[in-house]
């Protein structure tokens, strides 16, 4: 059965806290000290979708990683930014999955007319910061010591990627609603899933 890509249902939500619950409990990689319950994760779910796309990998009926964008910060000039967000199954790193993911995803949030993404990472995290540099994000920078986790101090730092050009002009971003009712947004997962089984590592 091919990969498929597509955007995220509430009853995803279990499904995905077995992917991030571990990440929370095991590493830095997440700044949360505790894991999400499935209602809380199925409220963040209805959060990032009133903006922009969160999608999952399905593989084999079963659920091998997510990608999500959110706003950057809640100030109206920043609206033309996103932040952007990926995990992976553990047993499904090291696959293509994320790469294929973020691909799908930044294709999306240009298509609503974003302008600019930007993705923290925990360092250090050289898996994190391959996939990013893949997808074309650029390093600008980090802070350091700003995370206490584990009984010990984390950097942070700030990768970002042009989506569009920064014109003096630019039309106001569509919300996801407006565009997943385009034959547009079709076209995106249907693109996506194709690019996955061209290029899929196993």
Do not use: C
């Not at 091919?2 to 409990?25: C, G, K, M, Q």
């Not at 095991?26 to 922009?52: C, G, H, K, W």
């Not at 584990?150 to 014109?167: K, M």
Request: net charge neutral.
């Amino acid at each position: 059965m091919p990969d498929s890509i597509r955007l995220v249902n509430e009853t995803d939500a279990e499904a995905l806290l077995a992917i991030y619950a571990p990440v929370v409990r095991d590493t830095a990689i997440s700044f949360e000290l505790e894991p999400p319950d499935a209602a809380e994760f199925r409220s963040r779910i209805r959060n990032v979708l009133q903006l922009a796309p969160w999608i999952v990998m399905e593989t084999d009926g079963s659920v091998t990683g997510y990608a999500y964008a959110g706003q950057f910060r809640a100030r109206p000039a920043y609206r033309f930014t996103v932040e952007t967000t990926v995990y992976v199954h553990e047993a499904h790193r090291g696959r293509g999955v994320g790469g294929a993911l973020y691909s799908a995803l930044l294709d999306a949030v240009r298509l609503q007319g974003f302008r600019r993404a930007v993705g923290g990472i925990t360092l250090p995290n050289d898996a994190s910061v391959a996939l990013h540099e893949r997808a074309g994000f650029r390093s600008v920078g980090s802070f350091t010591r700003v995370g206490f986790k584990f009984g010990r101090w984390h950097d942070v730092g700030f990768w970002e990627i042009e989506l569009a050009e920064a014109v003096p002009d630019p039309a106001e971003p569509l919300l996801l609603a407006a565009l997943v009712a385009t034959a547009g947004w079709d076209a995106l997962l249907v693109r996506a899933t194709d690019r996955r089984e061209r290029t899929k590592r196993v």
